[in-house]
């Protein structure tokens, strides 16, 4: 079935097994990950539906279920700028709630249909209050964060688009990977140059580059990584 809106769906057994393993929850002692699952609230949503505008309140933090979400602010100029793409198992809004802060600094929208959990800002805090040892697990988890936002800031302004790019399908599989893998992207190619901060033409021609040399095959939205070590390669010889 088509998806053409925004939609509440139940907490079914699938989704609720992705909440366990996600890092915001998985240390939860059983009474207090039942009762964020009380207040938590499962939406569906449609291509390029908006989940929350920049400057809405906060009212929850999110998982991504399925499809993907893209964060993007409104620049002065009216240009929009794709600060990331949340693919499924991640998070998003967690740091502004950390933060104490009370509105959203991003829009968010769906990028392809779409699965997602709001996890009740409110009552995540006051289990937060109780639990020592998710208060550790997000110390760990926020200083990832920050760790990959350093490598962001270098990644978009020290190197080229091969680079950037590279490294962004690269971040689709597992390290220990390097044989071959399919990845699907779930944004649109525009999106994906928004984020990456370059234009789609540069996309479009690195991506024609890419497959040229045989390091990936392209069929619409799906990418093979035909040689994932000499991909790593490149990446070393960019750096």
Known sequence: M??????????????????????LLQSLEDKHFEEIVRTAQAKQLAENKILFEQNSELTALYLVISGGIKLQRLAP???????????????????????????YPVSAIAVSPSIVVGIHAETYLSVLSASNSLCITLLGKLSQRLHWMVNEVDRLTLHNATF????????????????QAGIHL????HVIASRLSIKPETL???????????????????????????????????S
């Open 186 to 189: 779930v944004a649109p190619k």
């Open 164 to 179: 950037r790019l590279v490294d962004y399908l690269l971040s689709h599989i597992s390290e220990d990977n390097n044989d």
């Open 204 to 238: 479009s021609r690195t991506l024609k580059s890419l497959s040229n040399q045989g390091f990936i095959k392209l069929d619409g939205s799906e990418i093979e990584l035909v040689n994932i070590e000499k991909l790593r390669q490149l990446i070393l010889l960019e």
């Open 77 to 103: 100029s009216g240009d929009e700028k794709v600060i990331e793409i949340v693919r499924p198992g991640q998070t998003f809004a967690e740091a502004v709630l950390f933060m104490g802060g009370s509105r």
């Open 2 to 23: 088509k998806i053409t809106a925004t939609e509440n769906i139940e907490l079914n057994e699938y989704i609720l097994n992705a909440m366990r393993q996600c890092i």
